[in-house]
């Protein structure tokens, strides 16, 4: 198990997961369990944008979420789908930012929305 101070590498998350899932979680949730899992986690992150950065106020019910830990909810829901579907999320990253640096080198430096800091009504 990682110290809680120290960094842990995407492998690693993936590696603690599926422990973590084998030995408390008895047994991962079924993919489409997963994602729908997934899709609520993400909700919840949302919620929380919209009422920090956005125009909607908090409900009382909604004082006490950590938009951290709804992050990090998300992240292991994502991690659970890639174990299952064999996803090195390493690997997938890294060609990712591979694409996107190929496809988005040029694209985002020559877009006019992205001069100026402040975005107009």
Do not use: P
């Amino acid at each position: 198990m990682q110290r809680q101070n120290a960094e842990i590498t995407i492998k690693e998350a993936q590696e603690i997961v599926d422990n973590w899932i084998k030995t408390i979680g008895v047994r991962y949730f079924n993919e489409l369990t997963n994602m729908a899992i997934l899709t609520e986690e993400v909700g919840e992150v949302a919620r929380i944008i919209a009422r920090t950065y956005g125009e909607q106020s908090f409900k009382d019910s909604d004082k006490s979420h950590d938009l951290g830990d709804e992050m990090a909810d998300v992240l292991w829901v994502l991690i659970c789908l890639a174990n299952q579907t064999g996803v090195d999320l390493t690997e997938a990253f890294r060609k990712n930012i591979e694409k996107k640096t190929s496809r988005d080198g040029e694209r985002h430096k020559n877009n006019e929305k992205l001069k100026t800091d402040s975005i107009s009504d």
